[in-house]
């Protein structure tokens, strides 16, 4: 694993209202794990290639090429690389009360993970800025600052839009698929809901949110079987029946093509035991 990293030691951070403690990019590989806990400090971080897992306070996901995803102050989280597949990613650490303004401003505070959304320009600029060795400290906060003002505020309208995102029929069967990721849904279900036929439901669908209803029930069953097992003492094969997958030797070798670790293995690391 290699790592390019700068880093700020100022002996008096309150000075600052825009601190920087690291910026750098990340070459990961399978053994990268990072754990907080009450973090001092946001992390943005910004996927280039590769997937991973992120559990902040207990939300699960996993970032994948273009996405952001955002690390509060005062959470709790741990975020691993894939093992087959591991993050390069472009990132930065900030804190101080203009942080804690802008985040609040733009509405970010419970904004964790957006989805293909690429702000790796201005990930990059941030981190030229926070480079520039000839400039002092000051000069190179103030300079970040105006870049982060300017990455909450597209990560403020492509969350917040005003107008409808969503047509409005994808977004009903959405909804419906959100509240039964345990059960089993057909697809003729799912066309008798919206009054269409089944290749007319796939096509809606998968305009809007780029999967079909079954792969996105599917992938929505593979977060809720992460929670499961670090929330609960269940078994696997519990968990496999209590998804409605059609038995355990299946739920395993689906959760490990998509999170690249068996559902025991996956327990083990986000625990921080050993495997």
């Known amino acids: 694993m290699r790592e390019d990293i700068i880093s700020f030691n100022c002996d008096t951070i309150e000075e600052y209202p825009f601190y920087i403690e690291m910026a750098g990019i990340s070459y990961c590989d399978g053994t990268y794990r990072i754990e907080r806990k009450n973090s001092p400090i946001y992390c943005f971080e910004y996927i280039l290639k590769g997937q991973g897992t992120v559990n902040i ?7 994948v090429e273009g996405d952001i995803y955002i690390l509060h102050k005062g959470s709790n989280h ?10 390069t990613k472009i990132w930065f650490n900030i804190r101080g009360p203009l942080a804690d303004h802008l985040i609040q401003a733009y509405k970010l505070n419970k904004i964790h993970h957006v989805q293909n959304f690429d702000l790796k320009e201005s990930f990059y600029r941030f981190l030229s800025v926070a480079q520039a060795s000839s400039e002092s400290p000051r000069e190179i906060f103030n300079k ?5 003002h300017e990455i909450a505020s597209k990560i403020h309208d492509k969350i917040h839009a005003l107008g409808p995102v969503y047509d409005p029929t994808a ?7 959100d509240k039964r990721t345990m059960d089993h849904i057909s697809l003729n279900e799912l066309s008798r809901l919206i009054q269409k036929s089944t290749s007319q439901t796939i096509r809606i669908f998968k305009k809007e949110f780029g999967v079909t209803p079954y792969e996105y029930l599917l992938s929505k069953k593979i ?31 689906y959760f490990k093509t998509k999170t690249g670790v068996s559902p025991s293995k996956f327990r083990h690391i986000s625990m921080g035991k050993q495997v």
Do not use: C, R, V
Request: net charge neutral.
């Open 171 to 177: 977004f009903k069967l959405k909804e419906y698929l």
């Open 223 to 253: 977060e809720t079987a992460k929670l499961l097992l670090l929330n609960t003492n269940m078994q696997i094969n519990e968990i496999a029946l209590k998804l409605k997958f059609a038995d355990e030797h299946y739920f395993s070798n």
């Open 144 to 148: 970040a600052a105006l870049i982060f």
């Open 57 to 63: 306070n207990g939300e699960i996901f996993s970032p």
């Open 78 to 87: 741990i975020y691993f690389s894939d093992k087959k597949n591991p993050w």
